[in-house]
């Protein structure tokens, strides 16, 4: 039985105005507008967040975890992404950052960085594999991994199955409180998160049959928190959090995976759009001679997510001083049995249109959509509620909309009707 499918990004009616800034930006075109609001359509979106991004009203919105739910859970683990780092000024160390969290209410810290070098580690051997097809894809953005399953599943194949490190972290952290004696059932793993992508691998994940990750909460969110936290400390007393190296703390930016590869030719390459482009190119079999391809969806990579407090070129800096000042390559230790970092799970397509079970109905609805293709005046304006006069098409003949939804042909009738 296929797994009901979690969406953390969603939307606030009261607050859409029904504008289609939102339809034009979608990389899947989840979104309509229809009678004055806009719809995300279930089956296609895959919680990149460009959404919660360029609504200028604010009516796109991640749910994730409230900080009162840590309170819940005995032993209480922070697992920092790395992207926090970059959201203080070179006053807010790194281990400043993290004793932070700590007199926010949490026990211990995780550094999902440090996962990260295990998972660089990890990819550095998966790529040494002579007999995969290149290029490979990184799997640690979400929504990425979502995209290439509704709109390029031929890459499928492709992904690194490799988790992700926020997963990584999470059973690292928890076994390192079991081996104190701490019972299983009391601990719980938070993930602070930059994106909405994260929320959602953790409900609905892609790499397990269920997360380690017990919640997620926002950067956004214990942001002014946290930043009055570090302002009362008093003790500047280093006492050994920042445990990762200058490539963990990278893994935030754009870039920062595949460039701690070290051997092979790589694309690092960021933003939604950006990211459609080069996957649509691989399909085409046109990066032959790339080894490795680094597809974030957000802007700058983690550091642009949607649920960030810093902009994304200040926070950039920021992590460049953090990286600057961190141990030189990978502090972690070595890899163990390499197979407890491979998914569990398989991947698969979910294609986001289906327009029959009965496959010759299917054929003859795409017929019509074809022709009502034709018809249509192909300026992808927008004003229907649809992000094309191909998506208006398959709306028509899905029953979910009417040919004078179209502006143009609203004024063709209305020209026919004053003529008779």
């Known amino acids: 039985m296929e797994q009901l499918y979690f969406h953390s990004v969603t939307l606030d009616r009261d607050k859409c105005r029904g504008c289609t800034n939102c339809i034009k930006h979608c990389p899947t075109e989840a979104i309509r507008v229809r009678n004055g609001k806009a719809v995300i359509i279930k089956e296609r979106c895959i919680d990149c967040g460009e959404c919660i991004r360029i609504c200028p009203y604010h009516a796109k919105k991640a749910v994730t975890d409230p900080f009162d739910s840590i309170w819940a859970y005995e032993y209480k683990i922070a697992l920092p992404a790395p992207s926090l780092y970059g959201q203080f000024g070179p006053s807010y ?53 979502r995209l290439i399953q509704v709109r390029f599943p031929s890459l499928i194949d492709r992904l690194i199955k490799i988790k992700s490190p926020m997963e990584v ?136 997510g949607p649920l960030v407090a810093e902009n994304p070129f200040v926070a950039k800096a920021n992590l460049r001083n953090e990286a600057a000042k961190a141990p030189a390559g990978i502090r972690q230790a070595p890899l163990g049995d390499d197979q407890q970092y ?57 029953g979910n909309a009417i040919l004078t939804d179209c502006i143009v042909k609203l004024r063709e009738k209305v020209d026919e009707l004053e003529s008779e």
């Open 93 to 145: 160390t790194r281990e400043r950052i993290l004793k932070g969290l700590l007199g926010l209410g949490f026990d211990h810290i995780f550094e999902v960085a440090r996962a990260a070098e295990i998972v660089t580690m990890a990819t550095q051997k998966y790529l040494s594999n002579p007999d995969l097809k290149k290029p490979l894809i990184s799997s640690a953005c979400p929504a990425v991994v």
């Open 342 to 398: 491979i998914w569990e799970s398989t991947v698969e397509y979910r294609p986001i249109l289906k327009l029959d079970d009965d496959m010759l109905k299917a054929l003859e609805k795409m017929q019509k959509i074809d022709e009502l293709s034709g018809i249509l005046p192909g300026l992808d304006c927008g004003a229907c509620g649809a992000p094309s006069c191909r998506a208006l098409a398959e709306d028509i003949v899905m």
């Open 169 to 304: 972290a999470a059973v690292l952290a928890k076994n390192e409180a079991m081996k104190k004696g701490i019972p299983a059932e009391k601990i719980g793993a938070f993930f602070i998160s930059p994106c909405a992508a994260k929320v959602t691998s953790v409900k609905a994940p892609y790499e397990n049959s269920r997360s380690d990750v017990d919640g997620v909460l926002a950067i956004k969110d214990i942001y002014v928190p946290l930043l009055e936290q570090m302002k009362k400390q008093k003790n500047n007393r280093d006492i050994g959090l920042d445990l990762s190296g200058s490539v963990g703390v990278s893994w935030a930016g754009s870039g920062g995976e595949s460039s701690a590869l070290i051997e092979g030719r790589y694309i690092a390459v960021h933003g939604i759009g950006n990211v459609n482009a080069i996957l649509e190119q691989t399909v085409k079999e046109g990066f032959e001679d790339i080894d490795f391809i680094e597809a974030l969806a957000c802007p700058e990579g983690c550091l642009g």
